[in-house]
């Protein structure tokens, strides 16, 4: 095996050198056996966590969990988390073991990993360790866990998510009892953290099966977003939707910029379309206000996965505004005000992912997706006014003039929509006769 960084080589050959077994362990080493760039490096020996810190002596440690064997080692700037082969006791909460046996057999540690694919260990030499039939499994493109599967996901019930999340990731299948006690077990979901759950699903979202996966396994998310489950089979009664609302909606992510604010968006802003469906005499659905009450739900959803505020607003808009239909230069000028440039290029994005996800027929009513870009970067280069800081008159100015606090609020975003209409030059003179007008004309 090449390409290991010197720093990880340095670890093994100083933990070799002083008279113990070591070797990279787990995703590096599938990632490498894949051709794929590892994100970081894990390490496992038969050296106690005290031992481990006497080789390291002149290296800076920190004690990461050295009660279940970890220690954490800097070298050159790059940290690296070595830990002691181990067995793991009871998992009571579904998550992490009670407590932890140290062994000096590589095998033991192995067998206690999720899956045969991860259950790999590579020394410095390049020797690989192969336990349980992961090579095979990487050459097959397989998820099996290592082990009795209802066992590994009754350790752990992140495991049934990151099952999935793998199969969406390395576009591997998974295997027959593995997905059995997937859908069996999914329900102990429920005892997992909200944030970890979220990792997970936005790993899953930007895989390259996302939509084998979602259109396979989708009652594994509707464990924790079960406002999904309306939108499974929900036939849109549309000639513009060929595709039920959850395949039109699987379809948006797959097509979306591969980012988890634009995937996160895609996967919800259809989610109240059943809430608002109408079926009129001629036979053709209609969801009128989707999108509106679609920002609600998703927010409510958003926060049950503790997404922060910043994502939370935008993605919230994004789909308040996805349905939007753009008439005129002044729809624009509108919506660039309401949500700013940066929302606003994502808005197209979404918009696009949205369209290109629906059946032919409906493709030639899309927005004009060109003409939008190029009018809101017109709007934006020539500076127009879109804000009320923009407006060449302000509230002070307008106290002057006699207007008092509730009227200046009033004229202000009366002379903003007016100017935003075209119906109104944004020059001192043109908008104060307008707020005087304006206001003369309420009295």
């Known amino acids: 095996m090449t390409n290991i960084p010197e720093q990880v080589q340095t670890a093994l050959r100083l933990l070799t050198e002083a008279g113990f077994e070591a070797y990279i362990v787990g995703g590096c080493v599938r990632d490498y056996l894949l051709g794929r760039t590892p994100h970081d490096y ?22 990461v969990g050295i009660q279940h064997g970890t220690v954490a080692v800097i070298i050159d700037k790059m940290q690296i988390e070595i830990t002691t082969y181990r067995i793991d006791g009871e998992y009571s909460d579904k998550r992490h073991p009670e407590s932890v046996t140290f062994s000096t057999e590589l095998k033991d540690d192995l067998s206690r990993r999720d899956f045969t694919v991860n259950a790999l260990a590579c020394s410095i030499d390049g020797t690989i360790v192969d336990c349980f039939g992961g090579r095979e499994d990487l050459e097959n493109r397989v998820i099996r866990c290592v082990g009795e599967a209802e066992k590994r996901f009754d350790e752990d019930a992140l495991r049934i998510m990151r099952a999935v999340r793998f199969a969406s990731q390395l576009d591997f299948t998974i ?11 999914k329900d102990t979901l429920k005892m997992i953290s909200a944030e970890r759950l979220r990792t997970e699903l936005e790993k899953l979202l930007c895989g390259k099966s996302v939509f084998k996966i979602l259109m396979k396994y989708h009652e594994i998310l509707e464990v924790f977003i079960p406002e999904i489950t309306p939108t499974i089979g929900f036939e849109q009664h549309s000639k513009y939707h060929g595709y039920t609302v959850w395949e039109h909606t ?6 979306a910029e591969n980012t ?20 009129t005499p001629d036979g053709r659905g209609h969801f009128k206000k989707h999108p509106e009450k679609g920002a609600v739900k998703a927010e409510a959803i958003l926060k049950r996965l503790k997404y922060d505020n910043k994502t939370i607003k935008a993605v919230t808009t994004l789909i308040k505004y996805h349905d939007f239909e753009f008439r005129s230069r002044q729809d624009v000028k509108h919506v660039l005000s309401e949500i700013g440039p940066d929302l606003f290029r994502k808005l197209l994005e979404v918009q696009r992912a949205d369209g290109v996800s629906k059946d032919g027929v409906c493709r030639s009513s899309l927005n004009d997706l060109d003409w939008l870009r190029e009018t809101a970067d017109d709007i ?9 800081k923009d407006l060449d008159i302000n509230g002070n100015q307008l106290m002057s003039e006699g207007f008092t606090g509730t009227q200046i609020g009033k004229a202000l975003n009366s002379m903003l929509d007016a100017v935003l209409d075209d119906k109104l030059e944004n020059r001192y003179d043109k908008l104060l006769e307008y707020a005087k007008n304006s206001r003369q004309s309420e009295e």
């Open 42 to 63: 894990d390490v496992t020996t038969n050296a106690l966590p005290e031992q481990t810190q006497s080789v390291f002596k002149d290296y800076r440690c920190i004690d």
């Open 175 to 185: 295997a027959d009892d593995t997905e059995k006690q997937i859908f069996l077990l």
């Open 250 to 255: 699987v379809r948006a992510v797959m097509n």
């Open 260 to 279: 988890p604010e634009y995937r996160v968006t895609m996967l919800l802003h259809d989610i109240a379309k059943p809430d608002c469906f109408l079926l």
């Open 380 to 388: 934006l280069a020539k500076n127009e006014c879109l804000t009320l």
